[in-house]
Nanobody, 115 residues
């Protein structure tokens, strides 16, 4: 089993920045892809960014150029640097990890961007 814990959410004004972190613990050997997803009220959970164990990243078009995903395999941590935040970025952000054929989720952290 893998446990994922997110941190770093909060309230920020439009144009501001936040840095989210996700720490994986438990049986972390073999985690391949990790990622961030977000879910706004009344909407489906959408992909924000993913990163492989080798460091290859992928972003949703809506966050390209503003968000940066990174990962430290030795420390089992992943971060999401979010700059130039917009009100439409408001959502609960979830950390995700793929290990073999299992997908694990964190409990989520709230990000609120005021206009």
């Amino acid at each position: 089993q893998v446990q994922l814990v997110e941190s770093g959410g909060g309230l920020v004004q439009a144009g501001g920045s936040l840095r989210l972190s996700c720490v994986a613990s438990g049986s972390t050997f073999g985690i391949s892809s990790m990622g961030w997803f977000r879910q706004a009220p009344g909407k489906q959970r959408d992909l924000v960014a993913t990163i492989t164990s080798g460091g290859s990243s992928n972003y949703a078009d809506s966050v390209k150029g503003r968000f940066t995903i990174s990962r430290d395999n030795a420390r089992n941590t992943m971060t999401l640097q979010m700059n130039s935040l917009k009100p439409e970025d408001t959502a609960v952000y979830y950390c995700n990890a793929l290990q073999r054929f299992k997908i694990y989720w964190g409990q989520g952290t709230q990000v609120t961007v005021s206009s």
